[in-house]
């Protein structure tokens, strides 16, 4: 049984995971982020939140009910926190869902290794938003990976990987629970493996490395004079009502569309990403077709 500390936030993408683990294995600490502050506020927070006093997120809860300190780390480089693991003397780092880079100070401090879950198939889609860029590139397969870390991003060894396809138009809020508890099986076979010191890994194909950077709220990124109907229909469809494409009619007023009905492909006379209003709502025209976006929330969503 391997000690771990265990960084994350309160999403589905680290309590899963965080979950399988400790199936198996000792949960020592958990870290989550939080604004810069002294350490003894730090820790004093975290005795409230382990008394019941504090937050009620998800890995406060945890960490309750398991009795397990929760630490906060206030970014990836906190010498102060670093103090604290060294303290603990984890066997193991395991990450899911942490918004930094941990820095040489902090990955230092585990005696096997330093595991984080990515929600990609590395080496594509290194960085924080992996799962945009998986609809936006249009590819057909997807998956996790676990991985070494370093100081740089999602570019460790890799120690397990599992891929599957992805359907059209699949919503990202499904694709998320299902990388969340895919993840957590790959993190839990590759502690398991570290336990038994059948552990193997292999370095990833820079070549093939590509990237999944953080995108501003409002950004527009569908090159509507490029891409098909069914290829526009399966951006938006699956990344709505999570993501929504900035999209305007004729007169420059924002359509604030909330579910993507379907696509129909046509010859097509107007100027793609054009969008007109309908009965349902509004069709968007792209080069070989419309898209049909609606202004209710689809249930199956």
Excluded at 179 to 190: C, D, I, S
């Amino acid at each position: 049984m391997l000690r771990i500390v265990f960084f994350g936030s309160s999403g589905d993408g680290s309590m899963v995971p965080l979950e399988a683990v400790s199936r198996a294995h000792r949960v020592i600490a958990l870290v989550k982020p939080s604004r810069s502050q002294s350490w003894l506020r730090r820790t004093a927070r975290s005795i409230l939140w382990r008394t019941g006093m504090g937050t009620s997120a998800a890995m406060a809860r945890w960490a309750r009910i398991h009795d397990v300190p929760l630490l906060e780390a206030t970014a990836g480089s906190d010498s102060e926190l670093a103090n604290e693991l060294e303290r603990l003397r984890p066997d193991v780092i395991c990450v899911s869902a942490f918004p930094w880079l941990l820095g040489r100070d902090v990955l230092q401090t585990a005696g096997r290794a330093a595991l984080n879950v990515h929600s990609s198939l590395l080496p594509r889609h290194r960085g924080a938003n992996p799962l945009l860029w998986v609809y936006y590139h249009n590819d057909r397969r997807t998956g996790v990976t676990v991985h070494g870390m370093n100081e740089r991003a999602d570019a460790g060894a890799i120690f397990a990987q599992e891929a599957f396809d992805l359907p059209r138009g699949f919503p990202v809020d499904r694709l998320y629970a299902k990388k969340a508890l895919l993840g957590g099986e790959l993190l839990l076979r590759v502690l398991d493996q570290l336990a038994s010191g059948e552990a193997r890994s292999r370095p990833q194909e820079e070549t093939l490395a590509t990237y999944a950077p953080r995108v501003a709220h409002g950004t527009r990124l569908v090159p509507f004079s490029e891409w098909d109907a069914e290829r526009v229909w399966h951006f938006l469809r699956g990344l709505c009502p999570r993501r929504l494409e900035p999209l305007c009619d004729r007169s420059e007023r924002q359509v604030r569309y909330r579910s993507v009905l379907g696509y129909t492909t046509h010859d097509c006379d107007k100027a793609a990403g054009l969008i007109e209003s309908t009965s349902f709502g509004w069709n968007l025209y792209c080069r070989d077709g419309s898209v049909q976006l609606g202004k209710s929330r689809r249930p199956d969503r």
